[in-house]
């Protein structure tokens, strides 16, 4: 297997099936850490480079599978303002790539998803919980594409932006789907022309494919079955856990530096 894909090692083979496999529930719906969990894992036995080049093609796997289990489900005012909003953020990104810090992103993310949380929690005492403005989705769907490309961490400015709206779970679900869907394909053309794909990458890629649909099939059954009461603190809980691993890494990597 050495010879025709990355996993030079049994570790390596290992530790990205388990890394695909907390992606692939997230991206059924069961939460945003699992999916910024990815890269970070498989950074532990190769480059982050290599990890997220090998990601992105299993993403997009994912996604088609996300499509069509979460079809029907969607708020399209939502997603006619974000998705070209991302593209800005993404071009922006592939422009910046050579000089963009990827702790520096994750700090400031990290920092908008905590205080995000708190604003939702202590709303009452600091001016109100946080209200749904569809202008503001221009701004947050642009940081969420540069995000998303430069650190695979566009979830936290989505869910700023879109939670407030208080949307059924299925139709949250399946509007983020239809949102990084878009994204994570337009991602391929940048990706591509700075290097970060050779076979051994899409070969690597490929043969996570039967994990990934099983994942997201069981996430998303996951989700079908819980009541808005408990999804969406269960999904604040999860922002919360991944604006600290975000700052954590941004000051780590940032002091470390």
Do not use: C
Request: hydrophobic share 60%; glycine share 10%.
């Amino acid at each position: 297997m050495a010879d025709w894909t990355i996993f030079a090692t049994p570790t390596m083979l290992w530790v990205t099936l388990l890394a695909v496999g907390l992606v692939g529930l997230s991206k059924g719906g069961l939460g945003g850490a699992f999916a910024l969990a990815g890269v970070p894992i498989m950074s532990l036995v190769m480059p982050p480079v290599l990890a997220a080049a090998v990601l992105l093609p299993i993403l997009i796997m994912m996604d088609a599978v996300s499509l069509w289990t979460w079809r029907g489900w969607r708020d399209w005012s939502v997603l006619k303002v974000m998705i070209p909003a991302s593209l800005i953020g993404v071009g922006a990104a592939w422009a910046l790539a050579a000089v963009t810090s990827d702790a520096m992103v994750r700090l400031l993310v990290g920092s908008v998803a905590l205080a995000f949380v708190a604003r939702a929690v202590f709303g009452r005492f600091i001016g109100g919980a946080p209200s749904y403005r569809a202008a503001t989705g221009w701004l947050w769907g642009t940081v969420a594409g540069f995000t998303s490309f430069v650190a695979h961490a566009g979830g936290p400015p989505f869910q700023v932006q879109v939670l407030p709206k208080k949307l059924d779970p299925k139709v949250y679900t399946g509007t983020s789907v239809i949102f990084f869907a878009v994204l994570n394909a337009v991602k391929v053309v940048p990706y591509a022309a700075l290097g970060f794909f050779e076979t051994r990458v899409l070969w690597s890629a490929l043969i996570m494919l039967p994990l990934a649909v099983v994942t997201v099939r069981i996430g998303a059954a996951i989700i079908k079955r819980m009541r808005p009461e408990v999804f969406y603190p269960f999904t604040y809980v999860m922002i919360t856990l991944v604006g600290i691993k975000l700052v954590y890494e941004g000051l780590a990597g940032l002091l470390g530096g």
